[in-house]
């Protein structure tokens, strides 16, 4: 082992706690991609999904995070996509 | 016909204006007659940077407002002789700037620059908006950091869709990335996001990197945009950036870390002994 391997080494193993960029890597592609995707939606989306939401609540007990609305745009057409995770009864 | 280059980025205080002031100077040394142009209102500072606080007369609002003319608002910068400024005004009348102001006063300067460039403040409000409304093209400037790199891609949205280029369909603006206070030396330790890593999230052609500097502090204490000190490592980055934005092919620098004196002493040592 040369001494600049040593060196390296030893470096390293000072340095690993440090290594917080991949992690704001991460982060950030996974944010960013969400928001690119709101980015691209209609304003009324919003405003949408929480109505959505109203109507569904009057049938089955959800919460907030169970109901999903997506528009995918295709060519010619626009899809609206629609989740719901109903409660197991 | 001017080109329009705004200076952008969403979050304070990451070199917009450091930027301005040296992409300006560096376009008019090579002859550009050149404006630029302080959109932020209220918080007046392209004019220290540039080392001319104590020519200010008459402001940017005073032209929208015709209190001035352009020719009495405009100073001459005492670096490069193609160079003018625009002053902001300190006004706190946050609707000082209007649209149509805007767009007559870029007008007419059209007539005899080549290119303006527009100092951005922060944020996405009026300042912001109406600073990258009329813009052929955006330099969006960037710090290795989360909040920096999430605020240029909401900008990157902005200028998609709310420019005049987007709204009359006349194609996009074209958009340049501008990452400066880059650390190779922390990159190297796992610290900082890389090059790499930016490049990849943001996905724009790159115009230049600026490392972090002792220089740039020196420069606006001074006064002297520090493109002007070609011998400081952001200097000749500012430099090299204004050369690919005129179509120069111009190889990056400043990339890698300097390396240790103890780290350079083992390589060479290794070296000999092979
Ligand atoms: N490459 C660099 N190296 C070191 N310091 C830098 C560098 N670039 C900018 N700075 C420093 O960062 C600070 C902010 O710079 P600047 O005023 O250009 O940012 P800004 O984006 O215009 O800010 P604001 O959003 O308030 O208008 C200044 O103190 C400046 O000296
Ligand atoms: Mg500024």
Avoid at chain 2, 101 to 130: H, M, Y
């Amino acid at each position: 082992m040369s001494i600049k391997n040593v060196f390296g080494r030893i470096s390293q193993h000072f340095r690993r706690q440090d290594e917080t960029a991949k992690v704001a890597k991460e982060r950030l592609q996974i944010i960013i991609s969400h928001e690119r995707v709101q980015r691209d939606q209609p304003d009324y989306l919003a405003a949408m999904q929480r109505d959505l939401l109203d109507v569904i609540a009057r049938y089955v007990n959800i919460n907030k995070d169970d109901v999903r609305v997506e528009l995918e745009r295709q060519e010619g057409c626009s899809v609206l996509e629609l989740n719901v995770v109903l409660p197991q009864q | 016909m001017a080109k329009i280059i705004v200076v952008t980025s969403g979050k304070g205080g990451v070199g917009k204006t450091t930027t301005s002031a040296s992409f300006a100077v560096g376009l008019a040394t090579r002859g550009y007659k050149t404006a630029v142009i302080d959109f932020d209102i209220g918080l007046r500072n392209l004019d220290l940077i540039m080392g001319c606080e104590r020519r200010v007369v008459y402001d940017f609002v005073n032209v929208i407002r015709g209190e001035a003319n352009l020719n009495q608002a405009l100073i001459r910068d005492k670096h490069a002789k193609e160079l003018f400024i625009l002053p902001a005004s300190q006004t706190r009348d946050k609707d000082a700037l209007t649209l149509e102001g805007v767009g007559n006063v870029l007008d007419e300067l059209s007539k005899t620059f080549d290119f303006i460039v527009c100092d951005s403040p922060a944020g996405i409000e009026r300042g912001a908006q109406l600073a990258m409304y009329f813009a052929d093209s955006a330099i969006v400037v960037t710090n290795p950091e989360v909040s920096s790199v999430r605020d240029s891609d909401r900008m990157l949205g902005l200028l998609s869709s709310k420019t005049k280029r987007a709204e009359e369909g006349k194609g996009q603006i074209s958009e340049h990335l501008l990452l400066t206070r880059y650390c190779p030396k922390r990159v190297t330790k796992g610290e900082m996001l890389s090059l790499a890593d930016i490049n990849e999230i943001l996905a724009i052609p790159l115009l230049g990197v600026i490392p972090e500097s002792q220089a740039v502090l020196r420069a606006s204490n001074a006064g002297v945009p520090v493109v002007i000190d070609s011998e400081s490592d952001a200097g000749q980055a500012y430099a090299d950036a204004v050369g690919r934005f005129l179509g120069e092919e111009v190889p990056f620098r400043f990339l890698q870390e300097k390396s240790h004196w103890i780290k350079r002493l083992f390589s060479f040592k290794e070296k000999e002994a092979v």
